[in-house]
């Protein structure tokens, strides 16, 4: 999870790597959001995309939505990280829609603010962008979590370009993590989820998003940040040992070389050759799980 550990390493990181003083750093952030351009999909469908607006029974969430143009296609719910929906996020929805999903990226900050509610190029680093998110992250625990994943659900389900006969997906980044984890332990439409640096996966907090494997009927893949595992190496041999308990189908790796954040585009600390990896292992398992 994003916190002043992490801000601690990624600076060190940056600063052996460049030199960059915390000001550059969100600069560099925005010079990476502009000029990353994803490797292409092969095949890639046309596809539809718009921006609408969900009611809640907190209030109206704003989202982001993209499809293949025609057909019917899996539902993906894309939980994004603590810096919100932004265009890296909407960049990877397309990216995911070419390859065949109607894909949902809310807002998680809609209670507070319409995206994005930073500016592009902002970074966690920047002390000011961290207590801007870090205040609406505190407005959402795992009671909104489940309630907004159960209407975004419900959502993608009515669709035209939702293939209700399927299973759907759900994929999440830092505190997206444990909503993947909660959307898939409270949603019987979810045949599979992903997370990415994911935070806060197994606590000892009584609503531990890892209390709710017992209710999971999903093939998981959970993708770890390398200095995520080395500040709590026994996250991973938790989630193994629950995950194996109830017979789930469960990928766990350490990606060796990342720091937390490493997968999203305009990340300061994006990793493009561990993210691929990790993306081509979330399609993998989509293909083989949203039947």
């Known amino acids: 999870m ?20 915390r000001r550059q750093l969100g600069k560099a952030a925005a010079g990476v959001g ?11 469908q046309d596809i539809t995309e718009s921006y609408i607006d969900i ?8 989202a982001f939505f993209v499809r293949p143009s025609t057909g019917e296609h899996p539902a993906v719910l ?3 990280d603590i810096l919100g929906l932004r265009p890296s996020f909407e960049m990877m929805a397309r990216r995911l829609a070419q390859s065949g999903y109607s894909v949902l990226v809310p807002n998680p900050f809609y209670r507070s603010a319409r995206a994005p509610v930073v500016d592009e190029g902002a ?3 920047d002390p000011v962008v961290r207590e801007t998110v870090m205040a609406m992250r505190s407005e959402l625990n795992a009671q909104t979590d489940i309630s907004d994943a159960a209407v975004f659900v419900e959502f993608l389900d009515a669709q035209p370009s939702v293939d209700s006969s399927r299973k759907m997906g759900t994929t999440g980044y830092c505190m997206g993590g444990p909503m993947v984890m909660r959307t898939v332990g409270t949603s019987s439409r979810m045949g599979a989820g992903g997370t990415f640096h994911g935070g806060g996966l197994a606590t000892d907090a009584p609503d531990s998003p890892h209390l709710l494997i017992p209710q999971m009927d999903a093939s998981m893949l959970i993708c770890v940040a390398g200095n995520d595992d080395e500040n709590d190496p026994e996250v991973k041999n938790i989630l193994r040992e629950a995950f194996a308990a109830e017979d789930i189908s469960a990928e766990i790796e350490v990606y060796a070389g990342t720091l937390h954040g490493w997968c999203p585009p305009d990340s300061a600390v994006y990793h493009e050759a561990q993210a691929e990896r990790a993306w081509s292992r979330l ?9």
């Not at 009611?55 to 704003?62: E, I, S, Y």
């Open 78 to 80: 894309i939980w994004t």
């Open 123 to 125: 970074s966690f680093q």
């Open 2 to 21: 994003c916190n002043e550990r992490t801000v601690k390493e990624n600076e060190e990181f940056l600063s052996a790597k460049s030199d960059l003083s």
């Open 55 to 62: 009611t809640t029974p907190d209030g109206v969430a704003d």
């Open 283 to 291: 399609l993998n398992l989509f293909e083989n799980a949203l039947a």
């Open 34 to 44: 502009l000029a990353m351009m994803l490797p292409p999909v092969a095949n890639a």
